[in-house]
T-cell receptor
């Protein structure tokens, strides 16, 4: 069964500092994708970054990077130079590329990030 | 290109009524999936549609149903509403069924349903 674990219910970071949000996953599938989404209080789920299981390099998107350690089944999100607008809930999610769970994203419980000035 | 569009954004219903939510995926995307988000249960998978066929279904009662049209737009319906159905309903669209390889799996802004 697929499972995503985010162990940090809340994180605090000062503006302009870097922060790492943890995510571990459990799957027996070989081909899968890992996603990070940001959800502000308005509710929309904003795509941040994607990492495929066969991608050899860690994904980067502007200030976001994904620290992918396949053997440890970990996909941590690193936000560099935090901004006040980064305050939101962050979700890690996984989807498999085949099998009975095809088409379904599995989400962690989320990490509430607060950026203070 | 336009993103995923969900309508209505907010709605209030009373117990026993029914509701229909709509999701228009990104142009060219053929897969639409639906999720329910509540404070207690988090994000839960409802169902996934691809090429007008329901391909996968989560563990929800039969009151929750959906469909997908030939233009890939999708609707979900909840009948005989209960207080516990109050939630944010999110729809996601992707090019293929998984988004693996492309990373293209995007969400709409959600429809926030309140049942009184």
């Amino acid at each position: 069964a697929q499972k995503i674990t985010q162990t940090q219910p809340g994180m605090f970071v000062q503006e302009k500092e870097a922060v790492t949000l943890d995510c571990t996953y459990d799957t027996s599938d070989q081909s899968y994708g890992l996603f990070w989404y940001k959800q502000p209080s308005s509710g929309e789920m904003i795509f941040l970054i994607y990492q495929g299981s066969y991608d050899e390099q860690n994904a980067t998107e502007g200030r976001y990077s994904l620290n992918f350690q396949k053997a440890r089944k970990s996909a941590n999100l690193v936000i560099s130079a935090s901004q006040l607008g980064d305050s939101a809930m962050y979700f890690c999610a996984m989807i498999s590329d085949r099998g009975s769970t095809l088409g379904r994203l599995y989400f962690g419980r989320g990490t509430q990030l607060t950026v203070w000035p | 290109k336009a993103g995923v569009t969900q309508t209505p954004r907010y709605l209030i219903k009373t117990r026993g009524q029914q509701v229909t939510l709509s999701c228009s995926p990104i142009s060219g995307h053929r897969s639409v999936s639906w999720y329910q988000q509540t404070p207690g249960q988090g994000l839960q998978f409802l169902f996934e549609y691809f090429s007008e066929t329901q391909r996968n279904k989560g563990n929800f009662p039969g009151r929750f149903s959906g469909r997908q049209f030939s233009n890939s737009r999708s609707e979900m319906n909840v009948s005989t509403l209960e207080l516990g159905d109050s939630a944010l309903y999110l729809c996601a669209s992707s090019l293929a069924r998984t988004g693996v390889g492309t990373g293209e799996l995007f969400f709409g802004e959600g429809s926030r349903l309140t049942v009184l």
